[in-house]
């Protein structure tokens, strides 16, 4: 196995073994997407949304991504702590790949959000959703991939600051309007012009708009194919940034 | 070849109230299996310049050599040939024992059989072997200093680094340290770079002293020497020697800029 890939699968399981010793914090993720899926889902039922499919395909793709914003945002958090241990510099100072550092946390960041999904949209199955099997597979692909993006952007991020105090509310101050401005509650078609129009300047709209089109099954749009496009650029953009921190180190 | 060899290494920090000289030119050297203590006062540029060795911190002038590679064209081979012991270790405390030495040992690309052999082996060669299994937050102020160290020996480098390693231990956990430090020098001829604020410890550990006062080195010699020199007799105290170096007699202010 080359050293790269031996560095990442030796990070990734050292947090996922770091993830397993915390199943409540596994699962607590996934309380947030839920309530809304049990007290906010029965209200759209039969709402005139004027987009294709049920009130369901339309609601579990905002669900799904909303639960990678806010989970992948906060990854930074875990190297804040673990910079006031030393164990990044520690790190720092072998050889290991700067690249692994970080593509082994986001691996496992990406696994136990797609792994939330599964148990959302089983949820959501329960409660009356019906979609297409690849288009919930393909949902899934986005979660890791967005995931991937927002996590790298999040240790970037702690790993320039000092200070828990100091990274929560940027976070904030980023995943509130991001979630707002996507419409991953209510497409933003239903709105006036101008929030529609300022929506398209939001990258997390072209995700959402994908998968709610691959829970449709149409897969061949051009939905699909902004959302895949814009995804891809924005992980190679966030991960390029944070191997350039690790590379470069913080406090 | 000296084992540590330092040309004009300086570093400027940008800062919104205009550029810090942190480090304006250090030189020095060290040979083969020397232990060297690097003293100088609060904000004298010690901690910068151990990051810019340990290749933590990018040099803005100079240069230097590390078991014969190069700090800024080689810094893979400057990681592989020293291990660095930071002041607070660098442990997780929720992780056990065994764990960590054992990753630490494979992010410096030992194998996993390697990896698991060298772990019993440190923990026999430093008495970690009973606490192999426990949370490194279990461990007694002692047994967490020796895994630090342990955790910057697993790839036998030719270079350790140790910065301020006693403080916070008690006086017999001190004395223990002391010779775990002469005992990996004997045995595996490693050269040691210690910054220390204990002139005690200096005294009785260092071959060679390397005083730094406002980011230039003030000082050079064997602790006698330094003593003769500065303070007139050999028998003079390091303190006084140190004292009458960096010209100050009372605690200093700190004008560096915090860890950046």
């Known amino acids: 196995?080359?050293?790269?890939?031996?560095?990442?699968?030796?990070?990734?399981?050292?947090?996922?073994?770091?993830?397993?010793?915390?199943?409540?914090?596994?699962?607590f993720g996934v309380l947030m997407p839920l309530l809304y899926l049990l007290f906010f889902g029965p209200l759209l039922t039969d709402l005139p949304l004027s987009s294709a499919g049920t009130s369901w395909q339309l609601l579990v793709p905002g669900l799904l991504l909303q639960l990678s914003l806010f989970g992948a945002a906060f990854c930074g958090f875990g190297i804040i702590v673990e910079k006031q241990y030393g164990v990044i510099e520690r790190m720092r100072v072998t050889p290991v790949s700067r690249l692994a550092l970080l593509l082994g946390r986001v691996l496992r960041d990406a696994a136990l959000f797609v792994l939330q999904a599964v148990l959302l949209v089983l949820a959501a199955l329960v409660m009356g959703l019906r979609a297409p099997l690849a288009g919930i597979l393909i949902g899934f692909a986005f979660v890791a991939v967005l995931t991937a993006a927002l996590a790298s952007l999040s240790y970037a991020l702690a790993l320039k600051v000092t200070s828990p105090q100091e990274f929560g509310p940027v976070v904030n101050a980023v995943t509130m309007p991001s979630m707002l401005l996507s419409g991953l509650m209510l497409p933003m078609t239903l709105g006036p012009q101008w929030l529609d129009v300022l929506s398209h300047f939001m990258p997390f709209r072209y995700l959402v708009d994908a998968v709610r089109s691959a829970f449709v099954g149409s897969y061949a749009s051009s939905a699909m194919l902004y959302g895949v496009l814009v995804a891809l650029g924005l992980t190679a953009v966030s991960m390029a940034l944070c191997t350039r921190a690790f590379r470069r180190g913080a406090a | 070849m000296p084992a540590i060899s330092v040309s004009g290494l300086s570093r400027t920090f940008t800062t919104k109230r205009g550029p810090v000289e942190a480090v304006r030119g250090i030189d020095l050297t060290a040979e083969r299996g020397e232990i060297l203590g690097f003293l100088g006062p609060n904000g004298a540029g010690k901690t910068t310049t151990l990051r810019m060795l340990t290749t933590l911190l990018a040099p803005t002038g100079g240069s230097a050599t590390i078991a014969?590679?190069?700090?800024?064209?080689?810094?893979?081979?400057?990681?592989?040939?020293?291990?660095?012991?930071?002041q607070s270790g660098g442990v997780d405390p929720h992780v056990s024992v065994r764990e960590e030495l054992v990753t630490q040992a494979r992010l410096y690309r030992l194998t996993k059989a390697q990896a698991v052999a060298r772990t019993e082996e440190l923990a026999a060669d430093l008495g970690l072997t009973g606490v192999l299994d426990r949370r490194t937050a279990a461990l007694s102020g002692g047994q967490r200093?020796?895994?630090?160290?342990?955790?910057?020996?697993?790839?036998?480098?030719?270079?350790?680094?140790?910065?301020?390693?006693?403080?916070?231990?008690?006086?017999?956990?001190?004395?223990?340290?002391?010779?775990?430090?002469?005992?990996i020098r004997a045995e595996h001829g490693t050269t040691v770079f210690l910054t220390t604020h204990y002139l005690d410890e200096a005294d009785a550990l260092a071959d060679r002293l390397v005083i730094v006062d406002k980011g230039v080195v003030v000082a050079d010699g064997t602790p006698d020497a330094l003593k003769r020199t500065h303070a007139g007799s050999p028998d003079a105290s390091l303190q006084d020697t140190f004292l009458a170096i960096t010209g100050r007699d009372s605690a200093p202010k700190d004008t560096a800029p915090l860890a950046v």
């Open chain 2, 68 to 86: 014969g590679c190069d700090l800024v064209r080689d810094p893979a081979g400057v990681r592989r040939a020293s291990g660095y012991v930071a």
């Open chain 1, 1 to 27: 196995m080359s050293p790269f890939l031996s560095d990442t699968a030796l990070i990734f399981g050292r947090y996922a073994r770091q993830t397993l010793r915390s199943r409540l914090q596994m699962l």
């Open chain 2, 145 to 183: 200093r020796r895994l630090d160290i342990a955790m910057g020996l697993t790839h036998r480098p030719h270079v350790l680094f140790l910065d301020e390693p006693t403080t916070g231990l008690d006086p017999g956990s001190r004395a223990d340290l002391w010779d775990l430090v002469r005992r």
